[in-house]
Each structure stands twice: as C-alpha cells, then as structure tokens.
C-alpha cells in the first residue's frame, strides 16, 4: 500500500474564531498503481488533502502513512523530509505562479541540484522532462514569464516530474488548458501510470474518472462520502446527486430507470450506448 490515510481531520487557524474544520475523519487507502481521482465541490477540501499526502502539512488529529510510515515521522528530519517530497511528487493547483528562475532550464533543473545531482546532469535531465511534457528544445533558454499560462504549466510538472516521483499527486493538473493541451498532459500521465507511478489526480472532470481511473473517491462537505471504483460510483444515485455525470452516463441512467436494460458502466461513448439500445432491441423482438 502506497499511502494510507487514517480518520484524518484537519482545521484551518485552530483555537481561533476562525477556525474551520476543512476535513473530517477521512479515511482511504492508496494502493501502489492505482489511478485515483479526487472529486467533489468547490471547496469541499481536496487541496487541503492532497497538501497532507507528501507532508506539507498534518493532520490536526489522524495519521497518514506513506510506505507504512506516520508523515508526521517523516518530517521529523530535514532529510527524510526531503525524501517523503521526492517519494511523494505534488503538482500544485496553479503551480505556474511558483515558477522563478531565468530561464525554464534552470526552473526545472533547480529541484535536481537541490538534490544534490551535478549541474551538467541536472540539466541534461531537465532537458529530458521538458521535452517529455510536449515542449521543444526552443523553450530550454526561454524565461518563465514569456510563455503562456498552459506552457508555464508544463514547466512547472515537468519540474517535479525531473525528480521522478513514486508516487505523484496533481492538484487540478488540467484546469484552464485547452483541449489539445489537456489531452497531452492525459495522454503522459496515463504513460507515467503505465510506467508503473501511482497517480493520485483531483479533477472536476468526471470524464477523466471514467476513462483513466480505477479508484475514486468524492469528497463533500469535508467527508468522504464515495471511495470505489468509477464503476459503483456512476451507478450511486446519491453520487450522482453531486456530481454532475458525462451527458452520455445521464442519458443512459435515464434509458434504464424507463425500462431499458442496459448497463449504465458499459455506456462509455455514445457509439457503445447505441450498441447495447441495438442488444436490447433484438432481444425485444
Ligand atoms: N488557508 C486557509 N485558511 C482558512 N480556510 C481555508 C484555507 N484554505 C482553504 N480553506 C477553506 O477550506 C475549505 C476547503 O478548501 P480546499 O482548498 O481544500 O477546497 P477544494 O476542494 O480544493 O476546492 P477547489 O475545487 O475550489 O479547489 C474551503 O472552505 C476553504 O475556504
Ligand atoms: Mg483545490
């Protein structure tokens, strides 16, 4: 099991009038090679969970283990701080404003030396994780700040991917892109997936839950209201209360609830919707 997250609450400005309880008792497992996605509303505290997974922040009561280790051990040393950060790889919402370096060369290589790896060989890899994002040699020398908001982007993933993460967490990594750049970035991280990474992705987008993901789990109101497989979780009548479904999964739950059986799972595309009507008419007849 890659990280294991256990009846995690955590509160913003404790023991002030302002505090607020953005999570409660949390509880869910990620496995080693799973493809999770982390659902729910504006505000129901994704970020605020997916910030804890590497440490950056800790629970205000509960645990949470990467490799069978509490982070809050973890953290305890400078060094094995780094090394829950290097394991656990995070990909901030926005993580375009936290670019700063001259050029997008020494911005992605800045992780790498910190770790302590050679120039030369940092930038050698840095040049490779540029590349492998879907930019060309043109950008190495480029300042952060002439490039667009998708391509600041890129930068700023392929910074953490540089370090080659065990694990990698992104917070909304496809919000504001637009289409060709949001199927690219998919497109590398399913490849990183089937390279053998654990993904962890929080995402609006419940197509991406139903064509990548094999774990979901829908956070509301700071609990975990869903932790299953996309395919219990499009049938959940509760869930979907929440979310707002593929218009192809609607339409299908709809066709079902008139009498039409058909498996709402198995309505991926509207070509494999119109195959199961076409099944279910021949058996009609
Ligand atoms: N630094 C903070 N201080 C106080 N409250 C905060 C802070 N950060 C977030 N919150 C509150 O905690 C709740 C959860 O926030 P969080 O950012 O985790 O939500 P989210 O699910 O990631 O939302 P979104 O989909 O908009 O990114 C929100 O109500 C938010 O206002
Ligand atoms: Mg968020």
């Known amino acids: 099991m890659a990280i294991e997250v256990k009846h995690v609450s955590f509160t913003y400005s404790p023991k ?20 999770l996605t982390i659902v729910g509303q504006t505000g129901s505290g994704k970020s605020t969970l ?8 800790m629970p205000t009561s509960g645990a949470i283990f990467v490799d069978e280790q509490d982070t809050k051990i973890w953290c ?14 995070l990909v901030f919402q926005f993580p375009e404003y936290q670019l700063f370096e001259e050029t997008i060369l020494k911005d ?17 890899k840095a040049k490779e994780y540029i590349l492998k994002v879907g930019l060309n040699e043109s950008y190495f020398t480029k300042s952060p700040f002439e490039l667009s908001g998708g391509e600041k982007r890129k930068v700023a993933i392929a910074g953490i991917l540089a370090l080659e993460p065990e694990i990698l967490i992104l917070d909304e990594p496809t919000a504001g892109l637009d289409p060709k750049s949001k199927e690219d970035l998919l497109n590398l991280i399913t490849q ?8 962890a992705l929080v995402t609006h987008n419940m197509s991406i839950v139903r064509k990548y993901a094999n774990h979901v789990i829908l956070i509301e109101k700071g609990k975990a209201f869903f932790d299953g497989t996309p395919d219990e979780f499009f049938v959940n009548d509760e869930v979907c209360k929440i979310i707002e479904v593929p218009e ?34 021949a058996k009609d007849e």
């Open 248 to 281: 192809v999964i609607e339409f299908a739950r709809k066709l079902k609830v008139k009498g039409i059986d058909i498996d709402v799972n198995k309505a991926t595309s509207v070509d494999s919707l119109v195959e199961q009507i076409k099944l279910w008419r």
């Open 108 to 124: 992605v290589a800045f992780g790498l030396i910190n770790y302590g790896m050679k120039k030369e060989q940092a930038y050698e």
């Open 50 to 57: 997916v910030q804890m997974l590497n440490g950056l922040t």
């Open 192 to 199: 990183l997936h089937d390279e053998g990474k654990t993904i």
């Open 16 to 35: 002030t009038p302002n505090a607020y309880e953005a999570l409660k008792d949390v509880s869910t497992c990620i496995n080693d090679g799973d493809y």
């Open 76 to 89: 305890k040393k400078t060094k094995t701080t780094r090394l829950l950060r290097k394991k656990v790889g």
